[in-house]
């Protein structure tokens, strides 16, 4: 008996260090690509496009691509609303600054952007796996399905939007906002010691 439970110790062993160092090695070309959000993005659209022919030749999958996009839109809804709602945390006072003498507070998402692109990533790639399946090829009436999630879209966007107006926060940060009164002030003051 002793003698089994060493050999099937023995015989998983490999196995779970090859997936171990498949991971590893997997994780580590996911770190490197951090960085180049622009590159990252251009690899995401060009999965969409494939997903985007994959179904428009098949003519079906409309179900799996309804779940796809209700799918996205939550990862957007996350992407765009602040890491503490305003709103659950309303007995603390506003946690976002509201006036112009409130102390500046850098928007900080509840997806953040590497999060967001992975998922979206990942769901598309799962999505064109499916299609090769057809028992996931469910008949349906799609512009049904169509008409349904843009009217769910608009409702959901018109509501996050009037959250973002109501505690005033903008969920994209342009740059550092560069002030003209510190340099004239500080040239005249210099001129003046002259």
Known sequence: MEG???DGASV???????????WRRYQYYLDKTTPHSVNRWIGTFVVMALYCLRVYY???????????GIYLLNLLIGFLSPLVDPEL???NGHLLP???SDEFKPFIRRLPEFKFWY???KAFCIAFVMTFFSIFDVPVFWPILLCYWIVLFALTMRRQIAH???YKYIPFSIGKQKYGGKKSSASSSGSRGD
Request: proline share 3%; hydrophobic share 40%; charged share 10%.
């Open 119 to 121: 998922s979206f990533t």
């Open 98 to 100: 509201t006036k112009g």
């Open 58 to 68: 098949v003519q079906g999958f409309y179900i799996i691509s309804y779940s796809l």
């Open 4 to 6: 089994i439970g060493g």
């Open 12 to 22: 998983a062993s490999p196995v779970s260090q090859w997936a171990h160092g498949a």
């Open 164 to 166: 973002m107006i109501k």
């Open 89 to 91: 945390e309303s007995s």
